[in-house]
């Protein structure tokens, strides 16, 4: 029995992983003119078939094995099939038949369809099994179907030499040659070694950037489309390779190798390549499959200049074409990278240059058109074939690039944005070859146009206010409106600002004042609202300290801050009846400090975030625009005291002049909170995607007030908004604590996919950079920063980490920009996604929960509990990930 060479056994292994499948199919399309002799075209490709046995050859199995089995010609059963077929109804038939699944084991790995449109037209398919031949094959079997068709039209048999050798011949020498991969002298051996320590420690996935998020099987649905490098590129890359002594291919590949470093994919870039394996003359006229694919390693790091990325490329290249023999399979099962049905292994991205010998069809009597067609399928993240084309007097005449993309993955719009990106680095680096790959300009001047000024066009006109000042604004408007609902008791505008007033008054007989700070000790309350409101009346500014935390966080906190005055239930029980109930008239200016909100600490040591009045108005009127929030309104104030959704839910209620719904004691989660929502009429509710998981099942269509869903604090599930989005808007809003509270909003959601955080909110602006500060492409991940109005001071008495983490910003001069360390993109269509943390991420019950993030799931010490069994029921190494929840595991077990 004849073994399969190396190459089909690659093929046949992911045949028998996946199924038969068109991944690999090869199409041949040839739109024929003029009159076909159906009969004469039948019989040439039987003859080409039984000239090169690769045509005529199934792979069967033997205790597991295969091996190859040449049928004689008599035995094989080729598959032809001869049909009218409208024009409309051509692209349907093309597809289907390109789409075709050999069964390699009992099939010949060649079929053909002849189309009839016309009596005088026709479209020819050739259909090959990629086990059977490769891109140097297409030429001599055009030759030989030229060949074989012009004797049967002549009734006669063609006359041709016998081929030298068959494929069996080259697969037993191709054995020989290499030796066994046991023996540690053979040429197999030591190439093995090489590629051992060539591609130790590879990244997992090196690709474009994915519109949409990779499945966990790929389909290898795909599709395909011509992209051309001009003459005037070609040209300067030809002459930027001979003066660098690289080829043009070397330079394409340095190029690529250099934008998807630019794009976010690392400094450690794979890239897959083919080399054509005919080593011997003999070959050269062969039907078969003798490509290898291998990885080309580029290191890109350092940012270094292209000439000198140029020199590590040539490097590399050399020394992987000296090693090309080993196939690529075993390959994978030696280095035996983490197996995943999602992705090739290896590399995702290949280039391939296509310099084999064409040859046209020129049928006697017929005009031939050969039409690309794809086979609906990607065999990789993206498939680059690049073909050079030259003039009559072989000066540079462009090169083609046939691109093969995963559908799954990409949309064809953003595929072509990253080719035209390679184009421009390209164009630029053989302008002056001594750039560094870190200074090549990827944007277009439209592009960068859009990302820095359309997409962050948030500027609206609004007077600079206070929440104390929204609140009365509102008071002067309807007095007696709703203010505060709590159970059974209601407060109306006019009464709520009279309370505040009066403690207010009493606050600034105490020394409250602007930037002085005032500790707010309370569970959330009606008490702990007009707490709030006398505090900002009075001047001051708050720092809301959660009585359920820890002593010891809660000793710390007010340690840190250092405030004029403690507010809790005993100094809210002193008598301030007395004091006039009219606002104080305090002067407040916008860069006065309206809170300090502590953050987790899972940075290090918790810090407290000085935020001003500046983005108050803003914050406002982005709810109005984006949650349709006004009088009327019912918003439940759901947020622990000590985070800032805490202000989102104040702002939302008295900005609109809604009501704010504070619930009575214990647990806001699951049926409670279900009955909280219908009992209390509410109609606007901010919550985390997994609180709002948590309520039962079929609640959503059960609440016919709620008219509004706002999901913040975590990446928010298609299928929790797709279950809560009926009927109803719902809306993920994005924000770190160093903003007042807001940066972006979504649009309305319903269930089409990835959630994005949506766009800047107004008068904030939003920034996607690289680590150089510079904008990266839409669908390119990068650091995400923050401008505008919500900005906030800093830190509190940390000057030093305020300058680290508040930088100039390089597009508005005069302005600061908070860097988030979380990464995300820039969709297609102008709103943002979330990617994750810049630093480590943790993983919790499988799903992600980013270090920065674990605090907005915090609801008091309920939540505290809940976090910290998280932590020592899935998660190695408790004593740090507890850090982000409470300051130590010992008061962890207090809470419990």
Not at 504 to 527: F, M, N, Q, T, Y
Request: negative net charge.
């Amino acid at each position: 029995m004849i073994p399969l060479s190396f190459a089909q056994r690659r093929l046949w292994f992911l045949h028998k992983l996946e199924g038969p499948s068109a991944t690999y199919n090869m199409p041949l399309t040839l739109r024929l003119k003029g009159d076909v002799n159906a009969a004469a075209l039948q019989a040439a490709i039987g003859d080409v078939m039984a000239r090169h046995e690769s045509l005529r050859t199934v792979f069967p199995e033997a205790d597991g094995e295969p091996h190859q089995l040449v049928l004689d010609t008599e035995q094989v059963d080729f598959r032809w099939e001869s049909r009218a077929v409208a024009e409309a109804d051509l692209p349907g038939a093309l597809e289907a038949a390109a789409r075709h699944t050999f069964d390699l084991s009992s099939e010949v790995p060649i079929r053909a369809w002849l189309f009839q449109i016309h009596p005088d037209e026709s479209v020819l398919m050739l259909l090959m099994h990629h086990i059977a031949g490769d891109g140097w094959s297409m030429a001599p079997l055009a030759r030989d179907v030229v060949e074989a068709y012009t004797a049967r039209v002549e009734r006669r048999s063609p006359q041709w030499d016998e081929l030298p050798v068959q494929y069996v011949d080259y697969t037993l020498w191709q054995r020989e040659l290499l030796g066994e991969e046991s023996d540690p002298d053979s040429v197999f051996s030591q190439q093995v070694a090489y590629w051992m320590d060539r591609l130790a420690n590879l990244p997992e996935q090196v690709t474009f950037p994915a519109d949409r998020p990779r499945p966990a099987v790929a389909s290898y649905e795909g599709a395909s489309f011509a992209y051309e490098l001009d003459a005037e590129l070609h040209g300067r890359l030809v002459e930027l390779a001979r003066r660098t002594n690289t080829t043009v291919f070397m330079v394409l590949q340095a190029g690529m190798a250099a934008l998807l470093t630019r794009l976010g994919a690392g400094t450690d870039i794979a890239l897959g390549s083919g080399v054509a394996g005919r080593t011997d003359e003999g070959l050269d006229d062969l039907i078969g499959f003798f490509v290898n694919m291998f990885v080309l390693r580029t290191d890109t790091s350092d940012s270094p200049a292209f000439t000198d990325l140029l020199r590590r490329v040539r490097a590399a290249s050399l020394e992987a074409y000296e090693h090309q023999d080993v196939p690529f399979e075993r390959l994978v099962e030696l280095l035996n990278p983490r197996r995943s049905t999602a992705h090739h292994p290896l590399f995702q991205v290949a280039l391939v240059l296509q310099n084999a010998a064409t040859e046209e069809f020129q049928l006697p009597g017929l005009q031939v058109e050969a039409e690309v067609l794809s086979s609906g399928t990607s065999r990789f993240d993206v498939l680059l074939s690049l073909t050079e084309h030259h003039d009559k007097t072989q000066r540079p005449a462009g090169i083609e690039a046939l691109v093969e993309y995963s559908t799954e993955l990409f949309d064809r719009a953003s595929v072509e944005g990253v080719l035209a990106r390679w184009v421009r680095l390209l164009e630029q680096v053989v302008a002056d070859p001594s750039v560094r790959i870190g200074g090549v300009e990827l944007l277009a001047e439209a592009e960068r146009r859009q990302l820095l000024t359309s997409w962050n066009d948030t500027a609206v006109e609004v007077p600079p206010e206070t929440l104390a000042g929204l609140l009365e604004a509102r008071v002067r408007r309807a007095p007696d409106a709703t203010a505060l609902v709590r159970g059974g008791e209601a407060l109306s505008y006019g009464e709520v600002n009279a309370r505040a007033n009066r403690l207010a008054r009493w606050l600034i007989g105490e020394g409250v004042g602007p930037e002085r700070l005032v500790a707010v000790e309370l569970p959330r309350s009606v008490d702990l609202v007009v707490a709030v409101l006398a505090v900002l009346k009075a001047g001051g500014a708050y720092l809301p300290v959660d009585p359920g935390y820890p002593a010891e966080r809660r000793a710390f906190m007010l340690a840190d801050a250092r405030p004029v005055l403690v507010l809790d239930e005993a100094v809210l029980g002193r008598d301030v009846s007395g004091f006039p109930d009219t606002d104080p008239g305090v002067g407040v200016e916008p860069e006065h400090p309206a809170y300090v909100i502590y953050t987790s600490g899972s940075t290090g040591v918790p810090k407290g975030v000085v935020v001003s009045h500046r983005g108050v108005a803003s914050l406002a009127h982005a709810q109005a625009a984006g949650l349709g929030v006004g009088a009327g309104s019912r918003v439940l104030q759901f947020a622990s005291p000590s985070f800032d959704a805490a202000f989102w839910e104040l702002v939302m209620a008295f900005g609109s002049g809604a009501a704010l719904v504070v619930p009575e004691g214990g647990r806001l989660v699951g049926e409670v909170l279900r009955d909280v929502l219908g009992e209390q009429g509410v109609t606007h509710v901010t919550l985390p995607p997994s609180v709002l998981g948590g309520v039962p099942a079929g609640a959503e269509a059960s609440l016919p007030s709620l008219e509004c869903v706002v999901l913040a604090g975590e990446a928010a599930p298609p299928e929790l908004v797709a279950r809560w989005s009926r009927g109803r808007r719902v809306v993920n809003a994005y924000g770190p604590t160093e903003s007042t509270v807001c940066v972006s909003m979504s649009d309305a959601l319903s269930d089409d996919g990835v959630v994005p955080i949506g766009r800047p909110v107004t008068n904030t602006r939003a920034y996607v950079l690289d680590e150089a500060l510079r904008p990266v492409p839409a669908g390119v991940v990068g650091e995400l920063y923050a401008s505008g109005a919500g900005l906030a001071r800093g830190y509190a008495g940390r000057a030093g980490l305020t300058a680290e983490r508040f930088v100039a910003c390089p597009f508005e001069p005069g302005v600061r920009m908070y860097r988030t360390g979380d990464l995300a993109r820039w969709r297609a269509d102008g709103q943002l996604e979330f990617v994750g943390r810049a630093d480590e991420q943790v993983k919790v019950r499988g799903f992600r929960i980013e270090p920065g993030e674990i605090e907005a799931l915090l609801t008091g010490v309920d939540g505290v509990r809940q976090a910290v069994a998280l932590v020592r029921e899935d998660v190695p190494g408790d004593q740090r990930l507890a850090a982000y929840v409470v300051p130590d595991l010992e008061a962890a077990a207090a809470c419990e």
